[in-house]
């Protein structure tokens, strides 16, 4: 398929440039995402409505499985995905945070092997955090940026050498970049956060002996996959860098990209650097996805652990599948923050190395943490299994076998909620509301440091049990009352009509809503439409 687009679409900025945004927004630049946009954003607003029916044919009860026209793929046991790239050898211990610039600069110096730069669940979208995160990941990329922390400490990037390999996040195909404006239509997110680094970084990370690395967020099956992968040759042959430069890893975090990762991993062959698990967003699409049927009704998310019979197949799935096509298999979050109360805090690394222990043994090659602290406790347990390999892709874990039942096997895990987890869950959703819509994405709450899947897993879960009345509606309100009350008293700036109409709306509604953030955005972060409001082109 073509890609070239001869008279390349003006982009309009639909907002003011704030403090050294013209060098992000630069004409070229701009241009750049104008041609991406052309070129494949009919594709992804079909792929958009794809997934509307398929959630609608689901829901009307046909069956997920493996897919039958897609059985040579996995029968074939011939392919495998592109080698390792450089600085995604060993991936023992990874990092993840919102790129801004304190972030920035302690992750990449955080002794991780790698730094995920998330514009997807740890950044709220607002202009100025978009585009002040590309701001920092190029400063970074060119050896420029420090911080001046309080007390006037001055932080700056340790050497090279000890620097982890940055991988970029971009935010998901459902989500619009509305300051941004091409042929009359927001320009999808997800093309503005690559774009824009692709076009100031790549040639830089490949100039230092990296490269451009990705993270893709919440794609739903193989077509979805094969659209990045275009977008990636496309952006390549834009720019004169090689095919199969890019690397990308694909967070699977829906239920139905889990019944396709190997077609994931064949689509994207060419440019893939594996698979990574992502608990509370598989959650969350599960509920989205059956959360209508009483077998599938989860009780509090602290119950539902990795051990889980659903989750255990789910991971163990993912190992299998990676290691057989020669990609790395990345674990799971350990979101637990350092706090003041020692014995609190042993007790949390305590639950994090056991966790971290079984996926080591389970054979992953590498797993996820919120927080620097967390980095050395990730990295002793899979030390212990991997000693001096940078991975485990030998082990193949072919007594594996999963089928689409397993992975569906909820009621062994289902039951009620306590009254406890629907309280947390209502108090969750509203502090993250509450940090969301001031521009916070990442939020330590009660210990834990929480983004937009904990928020969306917390909403779900008061829509499902108050569908299948477990709960009542009028002890909802009271805690909502309550919990409202609770967070005016210790933040009284506050916007508490605001939390709760989102709460109301994304989670008392009787149909719900796929994402509390495409409402929230549209409602808050959005700018205005009127005629005019342009103030750069490209």
Not at 26 to 33: I, Y
Not at 158 to 165: I, K, P, S, V
Not at 496 to 508: G, K, M, P
């Amino acid at each position: 398929m073509s890609t070239r687009v001869l008279t390349p679409p003006r982009v309009r900025v639909l907002a003011a440039l704030g403090e050294r945004h013209d060098e992000i927004l630069t004409p070229a630049a701009l241009d750049f995402v104008g041609r991406l946009t052309a070129a494949f954003g009919e594709r992804r607003r079909d792929l958009l409505t794809e997934r509307r029916r398929q959630t609608l044919r689901l829901a009307d009860g046909a069956p997920l499985d493996f897919p039958l026209v897609t059985s040579a793929v996995r029968a074939d046991d011939s392919w495998r995905v592109a080698p390792p790239a450089p600085g995604l050898t060993d991936r023992r211990v990874e990092i993840t945070g919102p790129p801004d610039r304190r972030m920035t600069i302690n992750a990449l110096n955080s002794g991780a092997k790698v730094w995920m730069a998330d514009f997807e669940d740890a950044t709220a979208p607002t202009w100025d955090n978009v585009i002040d995160g590309q701001l920092n990941l190029r400063d970074a990329t060119e050896w420029r940026i420090d911080f001046a922390a309080p007390g006037g400490k001055e932080c700056r990037l340790a050497d090279h050498d000890r620097l982890a390999t940055l991988v970029v996040r971009p935010r998901g195909w459902h989500l619009d970049e509305a300051h941004l404006e091409c042929g009359g239509r927001p320009v999808p997110a997800s093309l503005v956060d690559f774009g824009l680094y692709f076009f100031h970084c790549a040639q830089r990370q490949i100039d230092a002996g990296r490269g451009p690395y990705f993270s893709l967020p919440k794609l739903e099956n193989r077509y979805e996959a094969r659209l990045w992968n275009d977008i990636f040759v496309a952006a390549q042959e834009m720019l004169g860098i090689p095919r199969g430069t890019i690397r990308a890893t694909v967070l699977i975090e829906t239920i139905t990209a889990a019944v396709e990762m190997e077609e994931i991993l064949y689509e994207l062959r060419e440019h893939s650097s594996g698979l990574n698990a992502g608990r509370w967003d598989y959650l969350f699409s599960l509920i989205k996805t059956f959360g209508h049927r009483t077998d599938f009704l989860l009780p509090d998310r602290a119950r539902v652990t990795m051990t889980a019979p659903f989750m255990r197949a789910y991971t163990e799935l993912l190992v299998r599948t990676c290691h057989r096509r020669g990609a790395h298999a990345i674990g799971g979050m350990a979101a637990q923050v350092p706090g003041t109360d020692p014995a609190a805090h042993q007790a949390a690394l305590a639950t994090v190395r056991l966790d971290k222990e079984r996926e080591a043994e389970d054979g992953f090659d590498g797993s996820w943490v919120a927080h620097p602290s967390l980095v050395p406790v990730c990295r002793a347990a899979f030390d212990a299994v991997l000693g001096a390999r940078p991975h485990q892709l030998d082990r193949t874990r072919d007594e594996v076998a999963v089928t689409a039942a397993d992975l569906l096997s909820v009621r062994r895990t289902s039951g009620p909620p306590t009254p406890d987890g629907v309280r947390t869950n209502i108090a969750v959703a509203l502090r993250y509301f509450d940090a969301w819509l001031r521009g916070q994405g990442a939020v330590a709450l009660d210990g834990l440091m929480e983004d937009a899947a904990t928020a969306e897993i917390a909403r779900v879960q008061i829509w499902q049990w108050l569908r299948h009345r477990v709960i009542d509606r009028e002890s909802v309100l009271r805690l909502l009352d309550d919990e409202l009350a609770a967070l005016g008293a210790a933040f009284p700036w506050a916007a508490l009509d605001e939390v709760r109409r989102l709460f109301e709306r994304t989670a008392l509604a009787d149909a719900l809503p796929p994402f509390f953030t495409s409402d929230a955005y549209a409602r808050h972060l959005a700018p205005g439409r009127a005629a005019g409001r342009g103030t750069h082109t490209g």
